[in-house]
């Protein structure tokens, strides 16, 4: 019976290890919203918005506060966007921004992002990018590596969506988002190096430089980068750009850009999808007021009946132990 009690006990106190497992459960962002922000707040920064002229943003701001139930005159605000944003304001801003993100892979507007992504799937905007840390790292100053393994990756990628029929387009775009976010400086040092462990091992900078001696012009270097690419490397990678896929269905690609720029952690990329998943387009306007601190939730332990048992056998089993164990003690004394 000694043996019996000391080997139950011993499995009630695995049990009790196997089920002390905690999980996250998001915080709720309806009420810290509440708490932190003000009405005068949310009008304030509509109107700061409408007063710059930045009208997609002072429209958000108008949803998310009708989102919350704050207690503004949404369709006199609405009426003043509207009159602002007019097809000439559109148009002259659109074409803009559009090319110049085309050409520099960088910009602050959805037009712009759209015309950085759209280099990239033409190929020309990775090969762009890739030439020019190329040419950095050959006059002897420091590259972005961050930079190089992206842009080699989307190169790489490309190859692989024309010859798959564009079952590799997803990525591909998540890559291009997360390039763009890297060049505008909005990704974290900490999410930069996650991200940039993940895409060395991807990406052959060293072999890419061994073959670009040979020919580093435009056609050489994607070539020389295609080469270098390894696709059966990039399931790390590929998880951290579908949760950024998923992001960005949930909001936009601008908005995506933006959220990014309050990533640590891969965990802190899917906190944020978990809030995208409820809250939608609002998310960005969420992140904006409160910060990480959205990102904060609780934590609760698991399996809690489970728990509950197991500490139970353990108490019961830890009784019948003491119980057999100091007869015998006693008998030995005597």
């Known amino acids: 019976m000694l043996v019996l009690s000391l080997s139950s006990f011993a499995y009630s106190l695995l049990l009790l290890a196997d089920y002390w497992e905690y999980e996250e459960v998001p915080s709720n962002i309806e009420q810290k919203f509440k708490r932190n922000i003000t009405l005068t707040q949310m009008k304030a920064e509509i109107e700061k918005q409408i007063a710059q002229k930045n009208l997609s943003e002072a429209r958000s701001t108008v949803q998310l506060a009708t989102h919350f139930s704050y207690d503004i005159d949404a369709s006199s605000y609405r009426d003043r966007i509207d009159s602002l944003d007019t097809f000439e304001y559109r148009a002259s801003n659109n074409t803009k921004d559009f090319f110049n993100g085309f050409t520099s892979g960088k910009g602050n507007t959805g037009a712009a992002i759209a015309g950085a992504i759209t280099s990239d799937f033409t190929v020309i905007g990775d090969v762009r990018d890739l030439s020019e840390q190329y040419q950095i790292h050959q006059e002897g100053r420091e590259v972005n590596q961050l ?10 990628l490309t190859a692989l969506t024309v010859g798959s029929a564009g079952t590799t387009a997803p990525i591909k775009a998540g890559a291009s988002v997360l390039k763009f976010a890297g060049k505008t400086g909005r990704l974290s040092r900490r999410f930069s190096q996650e991200l940039l462990q993940k895409a060395q091992r991807t990406f052959d900078w060293n072999k890419f430089t061994r073959l670009s001696k040979t020919d580093n012009s435009l056609s050489g270097i994607k070539q020389a980068a295609t080469q270098a690419f ?6 790390p990678l590929s998880d951290l750009i579908n949760q950024s896929n998923s992001i960005r269905k949930a909001t936009s690609t601008i908005d995506t850009i933006h959220l990014l720029k309050y990533v640590e952690t891969a965990d802190d990329l899917k906190r944020i999808n978990k809030i995208a998943m409820k809250h939608g387009k609002h998310t960005k306007g969420i992140m904006k007021f ?22 139970l056998s353990l108490l019961l089993s830890g009784i019948l132990s003491l119980y057999f ?5 006693k008998r030995k004394l005597a």
């Open 290 to 311: 409160l910060g990480k601190g959205a990102l904060r939730g609780a934590k609760i332990l698991k399996k809690s009946f489970g728990l509950m048992m197991s500490a």
């Open 147 to 156: 930079i190089i393994g992206l842009s080699g990756i989307g190169i790489g």
């Open 325 to 329: 164990i100091f007869p015998a003690i």
């Open 230 to 235: 390894n696709p059966r490397a990039m399931k």
